[in-house]
């Protein structure tokens, strides 16, 4: 079963504008969520992440916004730049059993175009 | 700093073989994850480490997979026989207690 879902696997940007990326989870036990940027021939690397008792956090041109009650959590990014072309994953953690599950989405490539 | 450290960075098997990877994670991380990336998907949880004890290994197949830890520093992951299904990028990460986990740049396995 997916519990994160990421629903675009692609998406195309011009630069300068805004990109908008999406994530849905179905598991009300995740109380912190993250985003990770992952380019080719490299591993994730942590970008932004806010916690369940907010609903927003900026960090620089990143802001996350996490809605509970729709279960649905989105990064935006503004104004998108060519450097920021590359697979983003959500992710959502929750503590079961004494020990931090931490669960990923399938990924949106981001593309931005000059 | 210094981040968490995989290798090897490639490796290329014959279906049936075995393999072996390697993981140091950042000195003090106490959790240590495998994961496995699929081309096109996201990471899947092969098996968490708290400290040198398992966590969950619910994702992991166990009839020819297999990861340790010891004394609660490195990891290794093994893979006995390699399936061509196996073909994947291989991630380790590590995090203190909730926070975020740093990934290693990840071992790419080809099964031929």
């Known amino acids: 079963d997916q519990q994160v879902k990421q629903n675009s696997p692609s998406l195309s940007v011009q630069e300068g504008r805004i990109s908008i990326l999406n994530c849905d989870y179905t598991?009300?036990?995740?109380?912190?969520f993250l985003w990770y940027k992952k380019y080719p021939a490299e591993g994730p690397t942590f970008l932004i992440s806010?916690?369940?008792?907010?609903d927003k956090n900026e960090d620089g041109r990143f802001t996350v916004f996490l809605n509970k009650s729709a279960k649905h959590l989105s990064l935006h990014i503004v104004p998108s730049q060519p450097g920021d072309s590359a697979v983003y994953f959500c992710?959502?953690?929750?503590?079961?059993?004494?020990?931090?599950?931490?669960?990923f989405g399938q990924g949106t490539r981001l593309t931005i175009n000059p | 700093e210094a981040g968490v450290a995989q290798s090897p960075r490639y490796k290329i098997i014959e279906k049936r073989q075995s393999v072996a990877f390697w993981c140091n994670p950042i000195?003090?991380?106490?959790?240590l994850y495998w994961y496995q990336q699929i081309l096109g998907q996201g990471p899947k949880l092969l098996i968490q480490?708290?400290?040198?004890?398992?966590?969950?290994d619910s994702q992991l197949p166990k009839d020819r997979f297999s990861a340790e830890r010891l004394k609660g520093v490195d990891s290794t992951l093994k893979i006995q026989p390699a399936k061509l299904e196996d073909s994947a990028v291989y991630l380790c990460?590590?995090?203190?207690?909730?926070?975020?986990?740093?990934f290693g740049q990840g071992t790419r396995l080809t099964v031929v």
């Open positions: 990460a590590s995090s203190l207690w909730s926070d975020e986990a740093f």
């Open positions: 598991n009300s036990m995740f109380d912190y």
């Open positions: 806010i916690s369940s008792i907010k």
């Open positions: 992710a959502a953690s929750a503590t079961l059993q004494g020990a931090q599950k931490l669960v």
């Open positions: 000195s003090g991380h106490a959790t």
């Open positions: 480490f708290q400290n040198n004890g398992v966590v969950d």
